[in-house]
């Protein structure tokens, strides 16, 4: 995850353009930080959206803004890239999908956040909202 890196996306994929050899070809693989339910059931007064909220909030305040993943395409093409190949692919954050598939990993993805997510947490959210993060509540 490289979205809250890189301060100048288009001036970055212009930059790799450039640097390719003729026929070459660049793979970048983003997550969505703004989370999403497919039915309906994810509120904005869920923890993960308030957290994700914030971290976007942060992300901009910082002046790193989180580049929406529906950005990316129309970058790449600005910078010259052709035959674009936009995939998206779901990644629960939970065990409760139906589907044997998104269920295991849904429990491996929400293994994956409770490591990670003091890590990406911390230096946002003290910097952007001014306080110390364990008094920050999500």
């Known amino acids: ?28 693989q983003e997550i969505d930080v ?7 059931t994810l509120g904005d007064d869920s923890a993960i959206m308030k957290w994700s909220n914030l971290l976007n909030e942060a992300s901009v305040k910082l002046q790193q803004a989180y580049k929406k993943i529906d950005e990316f395409k129309d970058m790449m093409a600005e910078a010259g890239f052709t035959e674009i190949v936009d995939m998206r692919f779901k990644w629960p954050t939970n065990h409760w999908p139906k589907d044997k598939k998104y269920k295991e990993l849904g429990v491996w993805n929400n293994e994956n956040i409770a490591i990670a997510l003091e ?7 003290t910097r952007a909202h001014a306080a110390p993060f364990m008094e920050e509540s999500l």
């Open 1 to 28: 995850m490289m979205n809250f890196s890189i301060p100048n996306w288009p001036e970055y994929l212009n930059k790799i353009y450039q640097n390719l050899a003729p026929g070459g070809y660049v793979e970048i």
């Open 119 to 125: 890590s990406l947490t911390i230096a946002p959210f």
């Open 34 to 40: 703004m989370m999403k339910a497919d039915d309906g």
